[in-house]
């Protein structure tokens, strides 16, 4: 067990806190915010019980030096101070003697926020690379290192494991955001209720081999929709018409159809059209009977009920990947029908790892229907994949 925020004495301790403020931006302005909202609680917490607080993210992708005029944090910052209705103090540097100073001004229940910390990546990719100066430079600036970004934390980066590798055993722990991730994560993977029913879809196998593999040890079914499926039907000898496939993974598909000893379920009908388009006819039809000129689009109605009837009896359920290109309205029923199946459940733990999948579960109007709907994309795909986060790895345990 990792240790929480509510772990750690934190009564004026100079506290290093990695959030995820990589919120998107437009000519300066923030389009969403959600990523600030959702850190406040960490921020509050911390503040309230006397920490000086020294705030950092990083901001996009820094590759050049033009990069540094829209990836800066300053609207960030002035966003942050409006929302805890404090001063919040915006160092515009990653490191140096402004910085050093306003940290050694900081008072307790103070909060100060540098710059973007991939701007360190301008020079030898210091922060992706985790440079080991650049971690032990960080880390010296404070007594305790908070991790609240769930979204880097499969990613070893300075910000992240450099620090906490360097702040001194017994001095780090997750923040709330991540405790909840690791909550919920947790337990739909480390000790569910049974049934465990897995459903996975989305454009590619290849992206979700690990996720598969995984899942056929902790799943009690695995249900497979979304242009994946395509491939574990042609696998299966099934005439596919035009949808996509991986031919490269039609062996792999065979051979986890073959260990997964019934576990696995298939679509049973897909809606096919002829061109990759809203407004293009479309109908239903047996996955038996697909034409040679279209391709599978969505799962069809009989698939939906079918996999509903596994659903229902779930105790916990884990999401990741769209049944079908639900961007298009004619083909989001398969997301539309789960999203309906998972809603309708009482009592069950139901996950969302995955971030189209997130997506559309949001925009589809469910986001309030799951018992948590995970923010990290990568990060959570690696959760599912059973691999171990660094950045989670790293903090100190209880
Ligand atoms: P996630 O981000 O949840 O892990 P993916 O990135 O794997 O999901 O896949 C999401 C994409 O898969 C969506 O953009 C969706 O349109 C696409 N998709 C789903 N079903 C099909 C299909 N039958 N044919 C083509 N694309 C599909
Ligand atoms: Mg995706």
Same mark, same amino acid.
């Given at each position: 067990?990792?240790? =929480?925020?509510?772990d750690?004495?934190?009564?004026?301790?100079?506290?290093l806190?990695? #959030?995820?403020f990589?919120? !998107?931006?437009?000519?300066?302005?923030?389009?969403?915010?959600?990523?600030?909202?959702?850190a406040? !609680?960490?921020? /509050?917490?911390?503040?309230?019980?006397?920490?000086?607080? =020294?705030?950092?993210?990083?901001?996009?992708?820094?590759?050049?030096?033009e990069?540094?005029?829209?990836?800066?944090?300053?609207? %960030?910052? #002035?966003?942050?101070?409006?929302?805890?209705?404090?001063?919040v103090?915006?160092? !515009?540097?990653?490191?140096?003697t402004e910085?050093?100073?306003?940290v050694?001004?900081?008072?307790?229940?103070?909060?100060?926020?540098?710059?973007? *910390?991939r701007? +360190?990546?301008?020079?030898?990719?210091?922060e992706?690379?985790?440079?080991?100066d650049?971690?032990?430079y960080?880390?010296?600036l404070?007594?305790?290192? =908070?991790?609240?970004?769930?979204g *880097?934390?499969?990613r070893?980066?300075?910000?992240?494991?450099?620090?906490a590798?360097?702040?001194?055993e017994?001095?780090?722990a997750v923040?709330?955001?991540?405790?909840?991730?690791l909550?919920?994560?947790?337990?739909?993977?480390?000790?569910?209720?049974?049934p465990?029913?897995?459903?996975?879809g989305?454009?590619?196998v290849?992206d979700?081999i690990?996720?598969?593999?995984?899942?056929l040890?902790k799943?009690d079914?695995i249900?497979?929709?979304?242009?994946?499926m395509?491939t574990?039907?042609k696998?299966q000898?099934?005439?596919?018409g035009?949808?996509?496939?991986?031919?490269?993974?039609?062996?792999?598909?065979k051979?986890l159809?073959?260990?997964?000893?019934?576990?696995?379920?298939? !679509?049973?009908?897909?809606v #096919?059209?002829?061109?990759?388009?809203?407004?293009?006819?479309y109908s239903?039809?047996s996955?038996?009977?697909i034409?040679?000129n279209?391709?599978?689009?969505?799962?069809?109605?009989q698939?939906v009920?079918?996999?509903?009837?596994?659903?229902?009896?779930a105790?916990? #359920?884990?999401w990741?990947?769209?049944m079908?290109?639900f961007e298009?309205?004619n083909f989001?029923?398969?997301? =539309?029908? %789960?999203?309906?199946?998972?809603?309708k459940?009482?009592?069950a733990l139901?996950v969302?790892?995955g971030g189209?999948?997130?997506?559309a579960?949001?925009?589809?109007?469910?986001?309030? /229907?799951?018992?948590h709907i995970?923010?990290?994309?990568g990060?959570s795909?690696?959760?599912? +994949?059973?691999?171990?986060?660094?950045?989670?790895e790293a903090?100190?345990?209880?």
């Amino acid at each position: 067990m990792k240790k =929480i925020i509510t772990d750690l004495n934190l009564k004026d301790k100079k506290v290093l806190m990695r #959030v995820d403020f990589n919120v !998107p931006m437009k000519e300066g302005k923030i389009t969403d915010e959600n990523r600030i909202v959702a850190a406040l !609680p960490t921020i /509050k917490y911390a503040l309230e019980n006397g920490a000086k607080i =020294i705030a950092f993210s990083h901001l996009g992708k820094v590759k050049t030096e033009e990069d540094k005029a829209n990836k800066n944090l300053k609207a %960030v910052a #002035v966003r942050l101070s409006e929302l805890l209705n404090k001063e919040v103090k915006f160092v !515009p540097a990653t490191r140096g003697t402004e910085l050093e100073e306003a940290v050694a001004n900081l008072k307790s229940g103070e909060i100060l926020m540098f710059e973007n *910390t991939r701007f +360190e990546d301008l020079d030898g990719k210091k922060e992706s690379k985790n440079d080991a100066d650049l971690g032990k430079y960080w880390a010296s600036l404070g007594d305790i290192f =908070i991790n609240d970004a769930f979204g *880097t934390a499969h990613r070893a980066h300075a910000s992240n494991v450099g620090i906490a590798q360097n702040i001194g055993e017994g001095n780090s722990a997750v923040g709330f955001l991540v405790e909840k991730e690791l909550k919920f994560l947790g337990d739909a993977l480390d000790n569910p209720k049974r049934p465990l029913v897995a459903i996975l879809g989305g454009a590619k196998v290849s992206d979700k081999i690990g996720v598969i593999e995984n899942l056929l040890v902790k799943a009690d079914k695995i249900l497979i929709g979304g242009a994946m499926m395509f491939t574990f039907l042609k696998a299966q000898g099934k005439n596919i018409g035009t949808s996509l496939v991986e031919e490269d993974k039609l062996e792999l598909a065979k051979s986890l159809l073959e260990k997964s000893n019934g576990k696995i379920v298939l !679509p049973i009908d897909t809606v #096919v059209s002829e061109e990759f388009r809203n407004d293009s006819d479309y109908s239903t039809v047996s996955i038996d009977t697909i034409p040679n000129n279209k391709m599978g689009l969505d799962i069809g109605v009989q698939s939906v009920k079918l996999f509903n009837d596994y659903i229902s009896s779930a105790k916990t #359920v884990v999401w990741n990947g769209p049944m079908g290109v639900f961007e298009m309205p004619n083909f989001a029923k398969g997301t =539309i029908g %789960v999203c309906e199946s998972i809603a309708k459940l009482k009592g069950a733990l139901t996950v969302i790892g995955g971030g189209d999948s997130a997506a559309a579960a949001i925009s589809l109007g469910y986001a309030d /229907k799951f018992s948590h709907i995970s923010t990290g994309g990568g990060a959570s795909l690696e959760f599912l +994949e059973g691999k171990i986060l660094p950045g989670i790895e790293a903090i100190s345990n209880k």
